[in-house]
């Protein structure tokens, strides 16, 4: 979900100098703005519940809840329900990337890298 050349210019082979510098500075710009890792907590047993972002379920209180602070405050989702809007694969490790704020519309990094650069058909790299 986080292809290592898409994020680190030694893993992409066949780049010349300029397209290496390019990529790192694709890289660290990508961690800065838009990576981010869930977290898991219960939900206050006192609180009247949340709705998940992915199915539109409730989370009741007390129950567990995953929150993506990039995503935007007081948004959550239920355990299973924390994918990739684009694959819907589970997001490994709770990493996720947010472009942009996107109001809970989480990608894994492949699906990110895409939405933000071209991938080459031949090597499938950014």
């Not at 292809?3 to 500075?25: M, N, V, W, Y």
């Not at 990508?30 to 992915?54: D, H």
């Given at each position: ?28 710009r ?25 199915c ?71």
């Open positions: 979900q986080f292809p290592i050349g898409a994020s680190q210019p030694q893993f992409c082979h066949d780049l010349d100098e300029t397209e290496r510098r390019e990529l790192k500075l694709f890289a660290q990508r961690k800065r703005e838009n990576l981010g890792q869930g977290s898991i907590r219960p939900l206050p047993l006192t609180s009247a519940g949340a709705v998940c972002q992915q539109g379920g409730p989370v009741r209180g007390g129950a567990l809840a995953v929150f993506a602070a990039r995503a935007g405050l007081g948004l959550c989702w239920h355990p299973p329900c924390f994918q990739c809007h684009q694959c819907q694969q589970p997001l490994v490790d709770l990493i996720y990337f947010c472009p942009g704020g996107a109001g809970g519309r989480l990608l894994c990094g492949r699906h990110h890298g895409d939405t933000v650069r071209a991938r080459c058909p031949g090597c499938d790299e950014v």
